[in-house]
């Protein structure tokens, strides 16, 4: 990594000097397997990346923030770590970099960006919350928090740290949301932002029973459609109108 260049490499076999983020994607047993057979096959070439900070207990420790995997296939081959430390002072950075390094091997998906963010961010752990219990994309989630009716920059700002609930009628919507959700849970995706964009836009106006029937009767049309312009307009007029 071009920008760790200049931080010194060290190795030790001192394994309890690690420590794993609470915030970080939890450890894939089926990933280590691999880690395991690429280092008896090629060798140990990458280093692992910690961040030395006291954020988390108070106390200074240095915490695996690239590599948790990689390290946890060393310990169990018996080999040494070879790692570089770097210095961490915010909450915010700590998060931002372990994002920026893990997505140079394996991307971050926005849960992961969530369950990193809720630690510093409590609308982030609201959002973890609904997620799981309405089953809602965080985007979709992300448009009704922050009443907006288009899912463009959504993802960015949660990725960012930069979501917030503004919508007091956040629960409720979600909740009804995921009542339309159910139904349309098979139809192309772009499809549920379609209808969510309408709803959002239409909540308070409707009658929530009648809309559910109505989507009922038109469920098959809108599955079957292809222009979005045309879908929204559709579910305008034929669910909630």
Not at 34 to 53: F, P, Y
Not at 124 to 133: A, D, F, P, S
Not at 196 to 208: A, C, R
């Amino acid at each position: 990594m071009k920008h760790m260049k200049h931080i010194k490499q060290k190795t030790t076999k001192d394994y309890s000097k690690f420590h794993l983020l609470p915030m970080n994607r939890e450890i894939q047993a089926a990933h280590v397997e691999k880690m395991v057979s690429s280092i008896r096959n090629m060798g140990c070439i990458r280093d692992v990346i910690v961040a030395v900070t006291n954020l988390i207990d108070g106390i200074t420790r240095c915490y695996i923030i690239d590599g948790q995997h990689l390290f946890t296939a060393c310990q169990r081959e018996g080999l040494p770590i070879v790692y570089r430390a770097v210095k961490i002072n915010t909450d915010e950075e700590l998060v931002e970099k372990m994002a920026a390094l893990n997505n140079t091997s394996k991307s971050w998906n926005l849960i992961n960006y969530v369950n990193a963010w809720k630690y510093v961010n409590t609308d982030y752990m609201t959002l973890l919350k609904y997620i799981n219990l309405y089953n809602l994309e965080p985007s979709m989630i992300a448009m009704i928090a922050m009443n907006q009716t288009n899912v463009t920059g959504t993802s960015r700002l949660i990725k960012k740290g930069e979501f917030v609930i503004s919508n007091s009628k956040t629960a409720e919507m979600c909740k009804a949301f995921s009542d339309f959700f159910i139904k349309i849970g098979t139809a192309d995706r772009w499809i549920k932002f379609n209808f969510l964009s309408v709803f959002t836009s239409e909540y308070g106006k409707y009658d929530h029973a009648k809309a559910l029937l109505k989507l009922d009767k038109h469920l098959s049309t809108i599955k079957a459609m292809g222009d979005p312009k045309y879908a929204q307009d559709y579910i305008r007029k034929n669910i909630f109108y």
